[in-house]
C-alpha cells in the first residue's frame, strides 16, 4: 500500500452547480485525489480527438482504490470572483456580432461567489495497483528523477497549489471517511457527496456517492473507507 500525506492551504472540489454560489465539496473528493495521484506518477489523464469541444479523458487509465483520512478538517472560505459566461448552442447569438458586443468575447462577465477550503491536510490511501504506487513513491522520493514533467500538483484548481507532500511507512492517526452504504440509514455527523469519478462529456454517467468521517481518529483504515477510481466506475 501507499500512504501519502498532502497539506494545502487552499484547495477547491467544484460540484456540478451554476449560478452565483459555486460551492465546493467540504472535503477532498475521490476524484481529485485520483487526479492528483496520476500528476504525480506522470501519467497523462486527458484525451484530445480533435473534435470535441469538452477535454475527454482517457479509457485506458489505471484502476486502484483510494481511502481518505482527515488529519484536520478544512474550513470553507469564500470569495468574489469575475465569471465569463459563453453561449451554449444557440442562446446568446445576438451579442456574439461586434455591432452589439465585445467583438464576441467575454461579453457577458457577471460577479458570482466562489467557495473554497482552508487547511487541507490529508492522508491518501493506495492499494491494487503496484505500477502506480512505485512511480508515485520515486516522484515524491526524488523529484525529476524520472526527467519527466508533467505540471505542478495542485488541488481542485489549478490556483491551488499543493504545500507538502510526505510518504508515510504506516497510516497516520485520521478521521477515515466511509462510504455510506444503501442500507444505512439516519444523520451521519459530516455527512457529504463527494466526487469519485467525473465525465465531461455527459454528466449522467459522472459517478458521486455520500461519505461521513469516522467519529476517533485511528491508524486502521476501515474497509467502508476504501472506494474504487478509474474509467470503471463510468461503466
Known sequence: MLYLRVRAPFGAFRIFTAGSFRPTASFVTPSAAYGLLLNLAGIESRLDDGESVATLTRPDLPRFEIALGALAFPEPQSLFQQLHNYPVGKSGQENQEHETACYGSKYNIQPVRREFLSGIDVCLAVRGNDNLEHEVRSAVALPGASGSRYGVPFLGDNAFLV??????????????????GAEEGGVREGLCRLTVWVDRTDASRSVAALFYPG?????????????????????
Do not use: C, F, N
Open 163 to 180: 504545500d507538502r507532500l510526505d510518504l508515510l511507512e504506516v497510516p497516520p492517526e485520521a478521521y477515515w471517511y466511509k462510504r455510506l
Open 215 to 235: 467519529s476517533d481518529r485511528t491508524t486502521t483504515i476501515p474497509e467502508e473507507a476504501w472506494v474504487e477510481v478509474g474509467p470503471s466506475q463510468a461503466d
